[in-house]
């Protein structure tokens, strides 16, 4: 393993950040123009509690190299920010994929059937 990098942190309880698959499609977004392997990291609650980045264990994060990518994640879903001394390599390897993608719900109006 590869010394710890000093990275970028946002933490929130879980669902805050990726709930609604608004988060996914960030990551998606910024690995489609700037390459797989921008770095940046989800992380459910068992994995910020292997790195130990919070004691409440039902909390999830974002980790970047680049704090504005987190400045940005902060105003668009809030939560908290922090630096933390991570090893990148240790994350690629654990937390490479984004987010689930989000349960589609069907938010349509019921149609009734009417007769003319």
């Given at each position: 393993?590869?010394?710890?990098?000093?990275?970028?942190?946002?933490?929130?309880?879980?669902?805050?950040?990726?709930?609604?698959?608004?988060l996914?499609?960030?990551f998606?977004?910024r690995?489609?123009?700037?390459?797989?392997d921008?770095?940046?990291?989800?992380?459910?609650?068992?994995?910020?509690?292997?790195f130990?980045?919070?004691?409440?264990?039902?909390?999830?994060?974002?980790?970047?190299?680049?704090?504005s990518?987190?400045?940005?994640?902060?105003?668009?879903?809030?939560?908290?920010?922090?630096?933390?001394k991570i090893?990148?390599?240790?994350?690629?390897?654990?937390?490479?994929?984004?987010?689930?993608?989000?349960?589609r719900?069907?938010i349509?109006l019921?149609?009734k059937?009417?007769?003319?």
């Amino acid at each position: 393993m590869s010394e710890p990098d000093a990275l970028y942190v946002l933490l929130a309880p879980k669902g805050q950040l990726c709930g609604n698959g608004q988060l996914r499609e960030s990551f998606d977004e910024r690995r489609a123009r700037r390459g797989n392997d921008y770095p940046m990291w989800y992380l459910p609650p068992q994995l910020v509690q292997k790195f130990e980045l919070h004691d409440n264990p039902d909390f999830e994060a974002v980790i970047a190299a680049d704090p504005s990518a987190i400045a940005w994640l902060k105003l668009r879903f809030g939560g908290e920010r922090k630096t933390a001394k991570i090893d990148a390599d240790e994350l690629w390897e654990c937390a490479s994929k984004p987010p689930e993608r989000d349960v589609r719900r069907d938010i349509g109006l019921e149609k009734k059937n009417q007769e003319t």
